[in-house]
């Protein structure tokens, strides 16, 4: 079914890899897609690592084939700057999320500025604290100005494990705003759009493989894309995608390489 597909775009966490490990099969198909002149890109919703760092890892692993990885980083600051201009903002998150704010012109406040915040962007923060998720939750109803990476309630981590995700943060403190978040990453389009813009190829001629059917699969159809539902444990909704597959294996075998 997916002979004809141009361009591979592949979520990272719970579908690539789990924490630092690859997902069986990952680096075989990678390359054999690869070899076969098929475009990759990597697009992710991890809001606490940039572009360049994920390319790092992937090397890290043994991918070197990757040259395109996106990631909400890459473009939260110029989101922020088109909804609500040159902003304050209270940045709860990692600090990656923090320089590429202020690197694309925007004041970074601390909790301790909080009332000159304009803007609150909520990432996944390692180092939460009452304190820190008492002053976004009361910039963002001041403001109702809530910018986020993602709204994945959990990330993946080995052996099947999990982190509370970047969406649990943000459900707490929308609950407490009463404000609806501006989501940056997938299933929001932008993203999708930049990853085929750099493979040169048409939304009808790429495949989205991932594991979330929220994220994923459904920010994928928005756009255009094919759907591939990574689902190892064989656990799938149906008509969510236009394929479920339960091995890179099986990917492999429907791009035909
Ligand atoms: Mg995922």
């Known amino acids: 079914v997916f002979e004809s597909a141009r361009g591979f775009v592949f979520d990272l966490d719970g579908c690539v890899w789990n924490g630092n490990t690859l997902s069986p099969g990952v680096a075989d198909t990678l390359g054999r897609l690869h070899r076969a002149g098929r475009g990759i890109a990597f697009l992710t919703n991890n809001s606490r690592a940039t572009a360049a760092e994920i390319l790092r890892r992937l090397h890290a692993l043994g991918i070197t084939l990757a040259e395109h990885a996106l990631t909400p980083l890459e473009i939260i600051g110029t989101v922020i700057a088109q909804r609500f201009g040159r902003s304050r903002v209270l940045v709860i998150g990692a600090p990656e999320m923090a320089a590429v704010v202020a690197g694309a012109g ?11 915040a304009t803007v609150l962007a909520l990432g996944n923060d390692f180092d939460l604290s009452f304190e820190r998720l008492a002053a976004a939750c009361r910039v963002a109803a001041r403001t109702g100005a809530l910018v986020t990476p993602n709204v994945d309630a959990r990330l993946p981590v080995e052996n099947g494990d999990f982190l509370p995700g970047c969406g649990a943060l943000v459900a707490a403190v929308a609950a407490a705003a009463g404000v609806a978040p501006i989501v940056v990453g997938k299933p929001e389009p932008p993203l999708f759009g930049i990853a085929l813009e750099r493979l040169r190829v048409r939304a009808d001629q790429a495949v989205m493989v991932g594991d979330s059917v929220p994220s994923d699969m459904r ?9 591939a539902l990574y689902a190892p444990d064989g656990v799938a909704a149906s008509g969510e995608a236009d394929v479920v597959i339960r091995s890179f294996d099986d990917l492999r075998r429907l791009a035909g390489v």
Do not use: C, I, K, L
């Open 106 to 116: 925007h004041e970074v406040v601390g909790v301790e500025r909080q009332q000159e």
């Open 219 to 227: 920010g994928a159809r928005r756009v255009g894309m094919r759907t």
